[in-house]
């Protein structure tokens, strides 16, 4: 049985840093990534990877403040985020397909985590 949880989010500044984990069990998968949602907003995607293909994708709002990686053999993923704003406020979540996605979006991914939240503060 597939199942992603996340960890790692909390109450953090402005300008501060928070790492985020995904425990992926059941199976590995060619891509993950993170995405996020505020509420009566759509999900939006955040980081990418694609291990097969080498892929990384990150959306233009976290470039040069976020990092994907992964640690294929603990099947883990993990997002650093740091110089934190508070619009970057939101859920997390985790997300896994089994398929090579190079460009993320939300119906691509068939497994995902139950989320974890983050606040930034001003």
């Known amino acids: 049985q597939v199942r992603l949880v996340e960890s790692g989010g909390g109450l953090v500044q402005a300008g501060g840093s928070l790492k985020l984990s995904c425990a992926a069990s059941?199976?590995?998968?060619?891509?993950m990534g993170w995405f996020r949602q505020v509420p009566g907003e759509e999900r939006e995607s955040v980081a990418a990877?694609?291990?097969?293909?080498?892929?990384?994708y990150y959306a233009d709002s976290v470039q040069g403040r976020f990092t994907i990686s992964r640690d294929n053999a603990q099947n883990m993923l993990y997002l650093q985020m740091s110089s934190l704003k508070p619009e970057d406020t939101a859920v997390y979540y985790c997300?896994?397909?089994?398929?090579?996605?190079?460009?993320?979006?939300?119906?691509?991914?068939?497994?995902w985590g139950r989320g974890t939240h983050v606040t930034v503060s001003a």
């Open positions: 997300a896994a397909s089994v398929r090579v996605v190079e460009r993320p979006t939300p119906a691509r991914y068939e497994y």
């Open positions: 990877d694609t291990y097969t293909g080498g892929t990384t």
């Open positions: 059941g199976q590995t998968f060619p891509s």
